[in-house]
T-cell receptor
Framework: GAVVSQHPSRVICKSGTSVKIECRSLDFQATTMFWYRQFPKQSLMLMATSNEGSKATYEQGVEKDKFLINHASLTLSTLTVTSAHPEDSSFYICSASPEVAGGYEQYFGPGTRLTVT | GQNIDQPTEMTATEGAIVQINCTYQ??????LFWYQQHAGEAPTFLSY??LDGLEEKGRFSSFLSRSKGYSYLLLKELQMKDSASYLCAVKDSNYQLIWGAGTKLIIKP
């Protein structure tokens, strides 16, 4: 089956620093990748959708200058949280789809738990 | 606005059957998904319905009524490992996934 990896699985950083999270599709080419954020006991919140080689489309209320997304290849997307603050602490999950606009199914990575101190 | 409703929490007994309901109001419909999410982990795909009716897959079944904006996930022969959150999600007319808040299922021995 389709496998998506994320790295790191957990990261603790100090307030004001930047953190990069990688999302890789291991056995398929991901035309579209999605980045989600999930706070405790809440549902997934879509942050942005990215297609390989083009700029990401951010959801309303998500700061594109704070959450930098790069989808440089068909198997790799990165999310950089710049100048992180404690309120950015959350569970960040990526998903990938082999089809444009997400098609039929999204395959999720295992998630990255970010703690900003 | 777009909305997906599902119960916050349910409790069931090991070996029993439980039905988790989901109602939705979205701009367009291009399929309904059920995902399972264990605490601290990412969601895993369970089922996909785009036509009315029941889809059965082992111990899990999912039902859809598009006219009623309603779906349910049926879990049979419950096992302790089924304790998790179950997320209902609908693809709208733009093929964007709209997520419910999830139903936390607690299985008791």
């Amino acid at each position: 089956g389709a496998v998506v990896s994320q790295h790191p699985s957990r990261v603790i950083c100090k307030s004001g620093t930047s953190v990069k999270i990688e999302c890789r599709s291991l056995d398929f080419q991901a035309t579209t990748m999605f980045w989600y954020r999930q706070f405790p006991k809440q549902s997934l919140m879509l942050m942005a959708t990215s297609n390989e080689g083009s700029k990401a489309t951010y959801e309303q209320g998500v700061e594109k200058d704070k959450f930098l997304i790069n989808h440089a290849s068909l198997t790799l997307s990165t999310l950089t949280v710049t100048s992180a603050h404690p309120e950015d602490s959350s569970f960040y999950i990526c998903s990938a789809s082999p089809e444009v606009a997400g098609g039929y199914e999204q395959y999720f990575g295992p998630g990255t738990r970010l703690t900003v101190t | 606005g777009q909305n997906i409703d599902q119960p916050t929490e349910m409790t069931a007994t090991e070996g029993a059957i439980v039905q988790i309901n989901c109602t939705y109001q979205t701009s367009g419909f291009n399929g309904l998904f059920w995902y399972q999410q264990h605490a601290g982990e990412a969601p895993t795909f369970l089922s996909y319905n785009v036509l009315d009716g029941l889809e059965e897959k082992g111990r899990f079944s999912s039902f859809l009524s598009r006219s009623k904006g309603y779906s349910y996930l049926l879990l049979k022969e419950l096992q302790m490992k089924d304790s998790a959150s179950y997320l209902c999600a609908v693809k709208d007319s733009n093929y964007q996934l709209i997520w419910g808040a999830g139903t936390k299922l607690i299985i008791k021995p």
